[in-house]
Each structure stands twice: as C-alpha cells, then as structure tokens.
C-alpha cells in the first residue's frame, strides 16, 4: 500500500508539529508564543517598577532635603542640579528606552553605513550609549 506524498502531509496535523528551535526544544509554536509574550510582559513590569523605584529613590531624598532646607545640600543642588539630578536621570531614562523597545521589538540590531554592524548584545548597548550620550550633549546645551 503506497501512499501519494499529498497523502502522507495529510496524516499529521500542523498544530501539534514540534518545534525545533533551540531555544525551546519540544515546545511547539502556541507554546513558545505564549512563553515569549510572558517574557515580554513580565519585562515590561520590572521595567515600570524599577523606573518607579529609581524615580523614588532620586526624588524622596531630594524632596526631604527641600523640606529642611538644609544649606550644604541646597547650594549642592544649586550649584549641580544637571550633574546630580540630570545624568543619573538620563542614564534611567535611556535604560528605559532600550528596555521597552527590546521588550517590544524582541532583538535591536543596528546597521551604519553598511560598515558597522551591531547584533546580540551590543545592539542594546550601543544604542544605550547612544541615547545617553544624545540626551547628555542636549542638557548641556539646554543648562
């Protein structure tokens, strides 16, 4: 009894197929969609907490400080709010944006020219450094 090819495709369905990825092996595709969408979000809310507890931690000592009005801190601040305040708040805020955009767009590869190439993990810290070093040249000029 020999069966046609087309005959042959139709005994196995293409939902229970196995997926050989290397990441996941034995996992079919509902699967590994499921557990990249999890990835994806449980990274978007560390994200949010961190940024909300490093915003905390910036703000809450800062404030207390206001509120004595304590002289050494108050000329300290006045005298380098940007360098206090600004590069550690935009060093959170480029994280930040790197964080989300992997967590939304899964790999961040970058390309220049066609000269450079940045994948893995460099694509993340490239842009990082990028982003912070954009953000750090408009404070100056914007202080």
Same mark, same amino acid.
């Given at each position: ?14 939902? /229970? !197929? ?11 595709? %509902? $699967? +590994? ?34 509120? /004595? !009005? ?5 000329e ?5 709010? %940007? $360098? +206090?305040?600004?590069?550690p ?14 967590a939304?767009f ?8 066609g000269v ?10 490239i842009?990082?450094?990028?982003l ?12």
């Open positions: 009894m020999s069966q046609t090819p087309s005959a042959r495709r139709e005994e196995v369905p293409q939902h /229970n !197929q196995v997926s050989t990825s290397p990441d996941a092996p034995g996992m079919n595709s %509902a $699967a +590994l969609d499921k557990h990249a969408a999890r990835r994806r979000n449980m990274i978007f809310a560390l994200c949010v907490t961190f940024a909300t507890i490093g915003a905390g931690a910036v703000l809450v000592p800062i404030l207390k400080a206001l509120w /004595n !009005q304590d002289p050494w801190i108050m300290l601040l006045e005298g380098h709010f %940007a $360098a +206090l305040v600004g590069l708040s935009i060093a959170l805020l480029a994280f930040i944006l790197v964080v989300l955009l992997e939304r899964d790999k961040i590869e970058m390309e220049f020219f450079v190439r940045f994948k893995g993990a460099s694509g993340p810290i842009l990082w450094g990028f912070f070093l954009l953000m750090a040249t408009t404070l100056r000029f914007l202080w």
